[in-house]
C-alpha cells in the first residue's frame, strides 16, 4: 500500500497560518475518521497533535487544528511560531486493520 | 509518567536475527494496544506492526510480514521485535508507541533504537 500523498514542503512567516493537506483513499483517509498528525523534530521521537481528524490532545496548541474532506485530510497552523518548524506527517486507519502515514511535510518558518 | 525506552539496537548481518525491547512504565500496560514504527534514515515514518493489549490481534506491514514477530509480556511490561531475516532495507530506527485507549492512533513513543543491517 503506497503512502499517503504530502506535499514535500511548506513554508510560512511568522503570525500567518499554513495548512497541510493528506491524500489517501476511500480505504483509508476516506473511509474512517481515525487521521492523526504528528510532528517530529530531527533527531527526535514523533509527537501526536491531533488525533480522530480534529481532536487535540492535552497540551497541544489550539493553534493546530485537523479537518477531512473526502480522501483529504489537513493540518492547519496559525499564528505560525518559530518553534513549529519541524517535519509533520499524517496518518490513517485502514480497511485491512494495518496503519499507513503520509510522506511527510518538512514545515519551514520563514 | 508514560516513558517508553527500546533497546536491543546494533548492527546485525543480512540473514540474521535480532530481538528489540520496548520497557513500559507509568500506565498500565495490559490495558494499552501497542505499535512498532521505524524510520529509515533520511526518510519517513514507516508503521510495521500492532498488537492488541491482551496480545491476541496482530497486524504486520507487507514489508515484514513473515520475517519480523511481534509480541507482549504483561507481567515483564515489555513488548518485543524479533527481527528474523533482515535486510538492509531494514535499517532503521525503530520506535515503540503506544496507541490511545480505544483509538486508532499513537499518542506515546519510545525514543527509538538503532538497528543497522550491514555485512
Known amino acids: 500500500q503506497s503512502a499517503l500523498t504530502q506535499p514535500a514542503s511548506v513554508s510560512g512567516s511568522p503570525g500567518q497560518s499554513i495548512t497541510i493537506s493528506c491524500t489517501g483513499t476511500s480505504s483509508d483517509v476516506g473511509g474512517y475518521n481515525y487521521v492523526s498528525w504528528y510532528q517530529q523534530y530531527p533527531g527526535k521521537a514523533p509527537k501526536l497533535m491531533i488525533y480522530?481528524?480534529?481532536n487535540r490532545p492535552s497540551g497541544v496548541s489550539n493553534r493546530f487544528s485537523g479537518s477531512k474532506s473526502g480522501n483529504t485530510a489537513s493540518l492547519t497552523i496559525s499564528g505560525l511560531q518559530a518553534e513549529d518548524e519541524a517535519d509533520y506527517y499524517c496518518?490513517?486507519?485502514?480497511?485491512?486493520?494495518?496503519?499507513?502515514f503520509g510522506g511527510g511535510t518538512k514545515l519551514t518558518v520563514l | 509518567e508514560v516513558q517508553l525506552v527500546e533497546s536491543g539496537g546494533g548492527l546485525v548481518q543480512p540473514g540474521g536475527s535480532l530481538r528489540l525491547s520496548c520497557a513500559a512504565s507509568g500506565f498500565t500496560f495490559s490495558s494499552y494496544s501497542m505499535n512498532w514504527v521505524r524510520q529509515a534514515p533520511g526518510k519517513g515514518l514507516e508503521w510495521i506492526s500492532y498488537?492488541?493489549?491482551?496480545?491476541?490481534?496482530?497486524y504486520y506491514a507487507d514489508s515484514v510480514k513473515g520475517r519480523f514477530t511481534i509480541s507482549r509480556d504483561s507481567a515483564k511490561n515489555s513488548l518485543y521485535m524479533q527481527m528474523n531475516r533482515p535486510r538492509a532495507e531494514d535499517t532503521a530506527v525503530y520506535y515503540c508507541?503506544?496507541?490511545?485507549?480505544?483509538?486508532?492512533?499513537?499518542?506515546?513513543w519510545g525514543q527509538g533504537t538503532l538497528v543497522t543491517v550491514s555485512s
Open positions: 496518518s490513517s486507519y485502514t480497511s485491512s486493520s494495518t496503519r499507513i
Open positions: 480522530d481528524v480534529s
Open positions: 508507541a503506544r496507541d490511545g485507549l480505544g483509538g486508532w492512533y499513537m499518542d506515546y
Open positions: 498488537i492488541s493489549s491482551s496480545g491476541r490481534t496482530i
